[in-house]
């Protein structure tokens, strides 16, 4: 899960990825919450920019950096995001639950590519 993820390569225990872990098992929430991420599957670079945003802990510069675009850019793009989803990701519970469906996102992107590499290996 953690290389789905996109971790640091590593050890990871279950307490190191438990939300995410939780947030991705089967059932009616995991299905909301990839519901609420759906709006972005055609627009990658604004997944790009909502991972970056998250990942460094909303440090627009940071973030920016690690995309290679201005600080500006990143704004308007995670105003473009909420545009798209109806969440704000620069508001912390907004964005606690956009992470959650990034999450989900990242498992199920994994879990595909995996099945289309190995149609016989089981999910």
Known sequence: MARQLNRRPGIYQLA???FEYQSTRPGP????????IA???DHPGLRQALQAHLQ???????AAAELFIHPN??????RRIQDITGYDPTDPRQSRLLAAAMAVYAI????TSLAATNPDSPR
């Open 16 to 18: 190191d990825i438990l």
């Open 29 to 36: 929430a995991r299905d909301l919450l990839a519901r609420h």
């Open 39 to 41: 709006p972005l599957r």
């Open 56 to 62: 460094h802990g909303a440090d627009r510069k940071a």
């Open 73 to 78: 850019t990143l704004t308007y793009r995670l």
């Open 108 to 111: 199920d992107q994994a879990d």
